[in-house]
C-alpha cells in the first residue's frame, strides 16, 4: 500500500484526494495538513511513502518544505502538486528533489499515473513537457524567461510576488537578509525591471 500525506490550504482538495482514493487497493491517503510546518509536525508520529504538495502553502512555502523533507525525511518522494504553469515551476521543483509535478487539472488517471510512477523511483512530468524537453524545444514566454532563473531565485520571487518583506523571505529560506538583496538584484537584471513594482509586475504577467 501507497501511504500518501497531501499538504494543501484547501479543505476540499485534501478530502477530495482523499475521497478519490478511499476505494484503492494500492493508495492510502493517511493525512492532509495545511501548511508547510505541518507537514513536519505530522511525520513525527505517522509513516507515509509520498508527500503531495502543493507550492503555496502557509508557514513555510512547498518549495522550502521540499528542501527541508529531502534533508529530514530523505526516503519520502515528492510529488508537486500545482496551478501555476508547469514550465516555470516544474524543473525548480526537481532541481530541489522532488519526483515529479503534476497540474491540479489534471484527472484522476493521470494522478494515479504519477504516484505509481513516483513509487516506482521513476520522475513523473506531463507528456507535453517531456516531449518539449527531449526534442529541445524552445518554451516560449513564460518559459523562456524563467528558465534564466535558478531554483533559490523562483523562490525569490514567489515571496515577493505574495508581499514577503526581505527580512520574512531570509527567515523563511534560511538565508540572511543581504543575501535577498542579492537575489532581489538578479531578478531584477534577468527581468529586466528596474524596481520592484515592474519586477512583481513582470512576474504577474509571465504567470498569467
Known sequence: MIKLLVADHHPIIRKGLELLFLTSPVIKVEGGVDDGESIFDFLKSNTVDILISEIDLPKLNGITALRRLKKEYPNIKVLMFSTHPEEV??????????????????????????????????????????????????????????????????????????????????????INEKTVSTYKARLMKKLKASNLVELLNQAKLLES
Open 89 to 174: 515551476y516544474a524543473m525548480s521543483s526537481i532541481k530541489a528533489g522532488a519526483s515529479g509535478y503534476i497540474s491540479k487539472t489534471a484527472n484522476i488517471l493521470t494522478l494515479r499515473e504519477a504516484i505509481l510512477k513516483i513509487d516506482q523511483g521513476g520522475i513523473y512530468l506531463s507528456n507535453d513537457l517531456t516531449h518539449r524537453l527531449a526534442f529541445g524545444e524552445r518554451i516560449q514566454r513564460t518559459g523562456s524567461f524563467y528558465k534564466k532563473l535558478s531554483t533559490r531565485e523562483v523562490e525569490v520571487l514567489k515571496l515577493l510576488s505574495i508581499g514577503k518583506k526581505n527580512k520574512e523571505i531570509a527567515k523563511e529560506l534560511n
